[in-house]
């Protein structure tokens, strides 16, 4: 199985200040259309998931622009270029490139 | 409304069987892959199954396989999940979740309606 590494575990984070995240996967993530199958996901607290990014660098239907993804090789970073407190939650990424499709443990991102 | 409801979870005692549902309403099943994703308590994601959005590919995460049995009625706009011999660790909240396209590999990515979950507790 693809294993995916989330770091840091914590974040914590200004409102106002920018935060990034990263995720490495195992293995690579491109598919042979060219696309890297990697998502972001958002679990705020008490709720269900919500996309965030799709294809490592594509927000998702909804998303704030301040959330950015990126992609060198097999390491994707999140980013978020100016944090709201509506951004706490723990951040998940998810490789759907190859079945089982595998998350990465999550970072928790809360205000400082 | 875009919707899922899950619903079939429960207190088990290990090695017995449950069968989770997920109701959709809002847009047409039969046209979206759909999977279920579980989280253990105070732990993070876990993908447990997925399945096309024609019923005729499945697929399961190593730690189900040969134990769970995921299956769609298109007809009755629902997706289930057939649970056996259960464990201690597949305690967790079962989310079912859809897929942007009717298959997994076809095009967009990502999960982009999930419901609320169901809980299911196995007793050691």
């Known amino acids: 199985d693809i294993v995916m590494t989330q770091s840091p575990l914590s974040l914590p984070v200004i409102p106002g200040e920018p935060a990034s995240m990263s995720c490495r996967s195992s293995?690579?993530?491109?598919?042979?259309?060219?696309?890297?199958?990697l998502d972001w996901y958002l679990q705020k607290p008490g709720q269900s998931p919500q996309l965030l990014v799709y294809l490592g660098s594509n927000r998702a239907s909804g998303v704030p622009d301040r959330f950015s993804g990126s992609i060198s090789g097999t390491n994707f970073t999140l980013k978020i270029s100016r944090v709201e407190a509506e951004d706490v939650g723990l951040y998940y990424c998810?490789?759907?490139?190859?079945?089982?499709?595998?998350f990465g443990g999550g970072t928790k991102v809360e205000i400082k | 409304e875009v919707q899922l409801l899950e619903s079939g979870g429960d207190l088990v005692q290990q090695g017995e069987s449950l069968r989770l549902s997920c109701a959709v309403s809002?847009?047409?099943?039969?046209?979206?892959?759909m999977s279920w994703v579980r989280q253990a308590p105070g732990k993070g994601l876990e993908w447990v199954s997925g399945?096309?959005?024609?019923?005729?590919?499945?697929y399961y995460a190593e730690s189900v396989e040969g134990r769970f049995t995921i299956s769609r009625d298109n007809a009755k706009n629902t997706l289930f999940l057939q649970m056996t011999s259960l464990r201690a660790e597949d305690t967790a909240v079962y989310y079912c979740a859809k897929w942007r396209e009717i298959d997994f590999w076809s095009g967009l990515t990502g999960f982009d309606i999930w419901g609320q979950g169901t809980m299911v507790t196995v007793s050691s």
């Open positions: 293995q690579h993530l491109m598919h042979t259309n060219g696309y890297n199958y």
């Open positions: 809002g847009f047409t099943f039969s046209a979206f892959a």
């Open positions: 399945i096309a959005g024609s019923g005729d590919y499945s």
């Open positions: 998810m490789q759907v490139l190859h079945s089982p499709f595998t």
